[in-house]
């Protein structure tokens, strides 16, 4: 059993940078891919960023050229640097781990989530 806890979420104003982190309780060298995904209020959930054990990378549209998604395998933690945030990644980020998929881009693929931490962009 895997545990994610995320950190690094707060409000901070358009055109800033925030680094989210996930501390995985066991070693990632175990898991394979891993990911973040984000929820704002009244809509679904959907995937930011993707990163496979071998470093491969997905992002969302929305995030590319802004977000970047990293691991570090020696220190059991996910990261996603965010820049040139806009009001509209306002939401809940969370960090999910897949144990049997090498590359995951649709959440009944992760088995393991965090609890979240809160992202507020205010413009």
Known sequence: QVQLVESGGGL???????RLSCAASASIFSINAMGWYRQAPGKE????AAISSGGRTYYADSVKGRFTISRDNAKNTLY???RSLKPEDTAMY???ASSDYD????SNE???WGQGTQVTVSS
């Open 110 to 112: 992760y088995d393991y």
């Open 80 to 82: 996603l640097q965010m």
């Open 94 to 96: 969370y960090c999910a």
């Open 45 to 48: 959930r959907e995937l930011v």
């Open 12 to 18: 901070v104003q358009a055109g800033g940078s925030l």
């Open 103 to 106: 590359v995951a881009l649709a």
